[in-house]
């Protein structure tokens, strides 16, 4: 009765979100990121960043936004993802949050890809200039929701301290189109840390992040089991 309820609320919302949300799971909305080199890492940030390597990827594809509360509902009304801790019906644009690694592993199956590696999520994230953040090298609050955390922070008074509708930073644009690679919600990828194996890496930063800046090469992680308000991902394919 919960899966139909959640479908039966979101199909009574329309909206463009809605109809992008009810496409076949195999067509969704992702960005071709050509095969070819890119740098890894950053001198800028922690030492888990260092050195720079150059890696070589094949072309992939990744998601143009993060995965929202709407698609994810269509893969709990399949019964291919479990229920959340989370109304799924409210404000459908905006990114599911409180899912964890496994959840997020299970919708990108349902959606026809997985979740990303470090490096893919990476490259799509900067392109293969080596620049600091997806749209160049200069940190502000107009290209990616970040820098608030209950009204402090560099970007309090200017963002709003919590996730908006997925790709709502359109000037924060990837070299490739992906949007909000920083800010908004941290995303898991695919990789263990290989620091400490037990954890999974995220990127990104996220909305709340303000100690942390919403670099491309920063890198956190989190037990798989973990959930939180700013934390989702987005998917990847062939």
Same mark, same amino acid.
């Given at each position: 009765?919960?899966?139909?309820?959640v479908?039966?609320?979101?199909?009574?919302?329309?909206?463009?979100?809605?109809?992008?949300a009810?496409?076949?799971?195999?067509?969704?909305?992702?960005?071709?990121?050509?095969?070819?080199?890119f740098?890894?890492?950053?001198?800028?940030?922690?030492?888990?960043e260092?050195?720079?390597?150059?890696?070589?990827? +094949?072309?992939?594809?990744?998601?143009?936004?993060?995965?929202?509360?709407?698609?994810?509902?269509?893969?709990?009304?399949?019964?291919?993802?479990p229920?959340?801790?989370?109304?799924?019906?409210?404000?459908?644009e905006?990114?599911?949050?409180?899912?964890?690694?496994?959840?997020?592993?299970?919708?990108?199956?349902?959606?026809?890809?997985?979740?990303?590696?470090?490096?893919?999520?990476?490259?799509?994230?900067?392109?293969?200039d080596?620049?600091?953040?997806?749209?160049?090298?200069?940190?502000?609050?107009?290209?990616?929701?970040w820098?608030?955390?209950?009204?402090?922070?560099?970007?309090?008074?200017k963002? +709003?301290?919590?996730?908006?509708?997925?790709?709502?930073?359109?000037?924060g644009?990837?070299?490739?189109?992906?949007?909000d690679?920083?800010?908004?919600v941290?995303?898991?990828?695919?990789?263990?840390?290989?620091?400490?194996?037990a954890?999974?890496?995220?990127?990104?930063?996220s909305?709340?992040?303000y100690?942390?800046?919403?670099?491309?090469?920063?890198?956190?992680?989190?037990h798989?089991?973990?959930?939180?308000?700013?934390?989702?991902?987005?998917?990847?394919?062939?």
């Amino acid at each position: 009765m919960r899966h139909a309820s959640v479908l039966c609320a979101l199909l009574g919302m329309g909206g463009l979100a809605f109809a992008a949300a009810e496409a076949a799971p195999g067509r969704p909305d992702r960005v071709l990121v050509p095969a070819g080199p890119f740098s890894r890492g950053s001198t800028k940030g922690a030492d888990d960043e260092r050195p720079v390597r150059v890696r070589t990827l +094949p072309a992939f594809h990744i998601d143009r936004i993060e995965v929202t509360r709407a698609m994810y509902a269509r893969c709990v009304a399949a019964r291919r993802c479990p229920a959340l801790a989370l109304d799924l019906a409210a404000e459908p644009e905006l990114p599911v949050t409180q899912v964890d690694w496994y959840d997020a592993r299970a919708f990108c199956a349902f959606a026809g890809g997985r979740l990303p590696s470090e490096d893919e999520w990476e490259k799509a994230a900067r392109g293969s200039d080596g620049r600091e953040f997806p749209w160049g090298g200069e940190l502000d609050c107009e290209h990616a929701n970040w820098g608030n955390f209950e009204n402090e922070g560099p970007c309090a008074g200017k963002n +709003p301290g919590r996730p908006v509708v997925a790709g709502g930073y359109p000037k924060g644009a990837s070299p490739f189109g992906a949007l909000d690679m920083a800010g908004n919600v941290w995303e898991w990828v695919a990789d263990r840390y290989d620091r400490d194996p037990a954890r999974r890496v995220v990127r990104g930063g996220s909305c709340c992040s303000y100690f942390v800046e919403p670099r491309a090469a920063n890198r956190n992680a989190w037990h798989p089991n973990h959930r939180d308000a700013d934390l989702g991902f987005r998917c990847v394919s062939k």
